[in-house]
């Protein structure tokens, strides 16, 4: 059995045990004291418990945890035997420095060492690291038992046999991962933060309030993210379209939405989407059918599950 450890057994940190423990490994939880890692592992077994009646864990949830999950009486004795260590501390560099050092301290030399920081760089987190090589970042979204992408962030000397082997353990514990570069808020949290960087310039604005901004964001674009990223659909918009609107935008905003350049060189190259069957992602002009079908599939039997949930308790 793969034996993994998570220091730091709070709600991400929980969350990412509960993860890699329904997915089969031996994993040890720990914390700041053995009493604060008892108590939140009782609180992950109480929240299986519910999962479980609401439909969203496995019948056995709680059984599987109860027999995978373990409380280690510190830092040293839950990471000695792992052959994964998941860093889950708060986001503070000292904290998560002195952590690191412990962890690297006292585990395997071949063990590989992750970071579930959302914005630190992994250069810099790995100073504390003996053997770095070993070390990146690992990740996972809030909540994590059911958010299924993890962000794989390797370092300058992260070895592509760690990022193997950490993409491989978390496929392994049914997510899906997307590596990244170590730049300034990756790739998540830049996204992230730029939707709603513009969405609060047009509140402030007074452009629209935040109810409706939301419900134009859950009910347009943001409707199609489930199925699609951004640039599939710019290919089923058309690329000469994309680049169209960025003129339009540029009347008012020339800097904010200059043209990029990745962009308007695909469409001078007349690479335009699937109209064209070549563009960001290339897809076969024959194939276009195939994804149109699957494309209003997909948002009809997303819109019957909306109308299942009903509204979110927001209001």
Not at 18 to 26: D, E, F, N, S, T
Not at 33 to 46: C, D, F, G, I
């Amino acid at each position: 059995m793969k034996k993994f450890a998570v220091v730091g057994s709070g709600y991400m940190g929980g969350g990412i045990a509960q993860v890699l423990a329904l997915g089969g490994a031996r994993v040890a939880l720990a914390d700041v004291s053995a009493e604060v890692a008892q108590k939140n592992y009782e609180r992950l077994l109480v929240e299986s418990d519910q999962f479980v009646a609401d439909g969203l864990f496995p019948e056995d949830a709680t059984a599987v945890l109860k027999e995978n999950l373990w409380v280690a009486k510190d830092i040293e004795e839950a990471v000695a035997d792992a052959d994964f260590i998941e860093e889950a501390v708060p986001e503070v560099i000292e904290i998560k420095h002195q952590t690191l050092a412990r962890i690297s301290a006292a585990a395997k030399p071949e063990a590989i060492i992750g970071s579930n920081t959302s914005t630190i760089s992994i250069a810099e987190l790995s100073k504390p690291v003996a053997n770095p090589e070993r070390f990146l970042g690992v990740h996972f979204s809030n909540p994590s038992p059911f958010i299924p992408g993890v962000e794989i962030i390797p370092h300058a000397g992260t070895s592509t046999e760690t990022v193997a082997a950490a993409r491989q353990l978390v496929h392994g514990a049914g997510k899906e991962t997307a590596v990244v570069k170590d730049v300034t808020g990756f790739v998540l949290n830049r996204l992230q933060y730029a939707l709603f960087h513009e969405a609060a310039q047009l509140v402030e604005q007074g452009v629209a309030t935040a109810e409706d901004v939301d419900t134009l964001v859950r009910t347009t674009f943001g409707f199609r993210l489930p199925f699609f990223g951004p640039f599939a659909i710019a290919d089923m918009a058309g690329l000469d379209v994309y680049n169209f609107c960025y003129k339009s935008l540029q009347t008012d905003f020339p800097e904010r939405f200059a043209t990029p350049k990745i962009l308007s060189d695909l469409v001078e190259a007349g690479k335009l989407g699937t109209k064209t069957g070549a563009g960001f992602l290339n897809v076969p002009a024959e194939r276009t059918p195939e994804l149109v079908a699957y494309r209003n599939k997909a948002y009809v039997a997303m819109q019957k599950l909306i109308e299942e949930l009903g509204p979110a308790p927001i209001n």
